[in-house]
């Protein structure tokens, strides 16, 4: 019969492991299906050009909303990232196996959540140059925009992995999960934008309660999620 | 014998609609068991029910020792379900899968890849991505990462589909060899030949419920409408003894071997 | 045998839901008949109180005159409509623990009734903003976290929706309406930080020198509201309740349908025709096919 080489089930061991190897997992399919790299990516920086085509080409307009402009690309982005990120777990009876395989549920929640989060990181290192370019901004304040980038992107991944399991498998998905979403995260748009808007106005103090507030909803969120994740699992 | 499978007037929902209506079954250890019925009898919510996916609402119904009505969940590292949906992340390749679903159920790598091997995949195909695979081959791939999790119980819903005569012959090894390494399998086939050579017992399901069960012997297979009774069966509570299967004559054949 | 259909309130088969017998004709019931008509006479007289007896506003800045009685309905149906989310989040919350189906009808029915009144909120807050200023909105840290709020229980009845299994609906909207109820004082933060150096007076922010026949018309009209709130509960569940028991009344004939599929005669096509698992059993009798 199978050994059981690694941490004792049910233990925070056990949590974190099963975690590294779902964020690998993705990680891994991300690498061979490139889905975001040549679908979301070009995404992200096409809604930075619409906004351009939207607003007066008048680039200080575009300066001035640069920090919101910014947050809505990644918004946005989010949601598709989303989607593709349960698509593949509702396809092929995967969430089946995923029941029957043994993986912690708080793991497999804490694993896609750090998945999309680097995904988000990522796109968001593409973004910031892109509002650099196209919208002629500067950053500055990098330990303000960064402390954002990261509490921001942590809860987006958060409450994105429940809302995007518990829409998982339904044929409304792809516009249920934008529903349920946004809505939930208008602290997050608040925050990183105001934070952001402080960095750039090198007015950093006013940034840094948003910052706090942003861990709050994130910190928050995925304690949410461990918890949560595995009634979720059971049933579709 | 230790009881591997044990239902007794179990009843599964899927929504509202009574999948199963009071299964009786056992199933004992090393047993190769089939089950075989009409499309829509129940062979995989049985299945399902077994691997603790589907919950048991009423009756009884225990699994490797553990009550699926109050810890489902707890089944499911000591068994292996093969379904009819491959399982596989399709973007990722055989040894991908194979791996990722091994070290999930905390196998050793080296179970992965023997796994492997002894499917077929460990050469050229260990690299290939799963949705460029056959259906036969993405059904290896599945088998593998059943075989590589050693479960005490194999549960497998038409692992004859889709694969071609040696893949067939290579599914009954297996569960030839599984049996011998300590393990029990229950599966459902419409192959018939095939899986009554290889089952050691069959149980007939209709209407979600279990009719007879009986030695592969006593199914009627030349049409003359008798069948013998399930007397051979060495498990105990053998319900359902004197209705033997779907041909019995008048109408309360089938349901006497229910629970009401 | 029916899994998950006890109501917290134990309920018999005649329909009598603990000290409301039901009428047989509709929701209603002797105690309910009683209540509504306490509460409508209380309407009453706060109708009277806020119309008439009320002081018009006449001294603030804004010269509201007759109109300032907005606030009289506007804040007592927002104060029902966090409430309304609140017994939503608790709701949920039982339902996770104890899995009984009356938990999960008692949360969708105070959803429902919670996106009436805060859309009742929206809309009085946005003509009082009309009135007093000329614009249909002002982007206000409570109306705005309050439309906020609406969207995110619109979510909660579109996953409804979109569920057809009830134990996977109940289980997947309980927590829906944890995580959406435990947000709502994080939008409330982020949004009165956002607009906090905007201090516009609106018709959110209660003059604390109110006194007198002003303060009592609003106290009052918050427990009217909230009991109003109760009465709409009290039907909604049961409407919900009895469609639920229904549904799932149908069970013993379902089972009983299902095992004919096993009978070599059975020709009823009706077994045929349930949900999910299509069967041809009835088709085949006795080959194996």
Redesign the interface.
Known sequence: ??????PR?GSLGALLA?AR?VAA?DL??EW??RVILSQVLPFAVLVLILFAFALDPDRRILGQATPGLYWLAVLFSTLLALQRSFT?EA????T??L?????DPGGVFLGKTAGIALHLVALQLVLLAGVTVFYGTTPHGPLLLLAAGATATLGLAA?GS??GV??AG???RDS?LP??M???V??VL??AS?AFTAAYDRDPGAGW??IA?LG??GC??TA?GIV?FE??L??? | MESVVRFRGAICLLGRFPALAGVDLDVSAGEIVLLQGPNGAGKTTVLRACAGLVPVVDGEAGVLGTDLRTDRRGVRGRVGLLGHASGLYEDLTVADNVRFWARAARARRSDADAAMARLGLDGRLADVAVNRLSAGQKKRTSLAVLVARRPRLWLLDEPHAALDRDGRDLVDALMGEAVAAGATVLFASHELDRAEAVATRTVNLAGGTALATGDTAAIDRDGSGDATTAGTDDVGATRGSGSAGPRAAGPGGGREATVG | MRPHLDTPAGTDAGGSTGLFRLHPDGTASRGSRTYGLVVLAGVILFLLVALVFSPADTGSENQMGDMVRIMYVHVPVAVACYVAFLVTAITSIAYLWKRTEGWDVLAVASAEIGVVFTFLTLATGSIWGHIAWGTWWEWDARLTSTLVLFIMYLGYLALRGAILDPVVRAKRAAILGVVAFVNVPIVHYSVTWWRGLHQDATVSKVDPSIDGLKLFALMFGMVLAVALYGWLMIHRFRLHYAAARLEASGLDRALAERRAEARPDAVTADAASTDAVPTDAVTTEGTLS
């Open positions: 019969m199978a050994e059981h080489p690694g089930p099963d190897l997992k891994r399919l061979r299906s593949v396809e092929n009876g995967v089946d196996s029941r029957m395989s043994g993986l409450i429940i809302l518990m829409a339904l044929k409304v249920l529903l349920l946004l809505p939930m208008a602290p608040i925050g105001q309660r948003w507030m709050v909803f928050l969120y949410i949560a009634p979720l059971e049933e579709t």
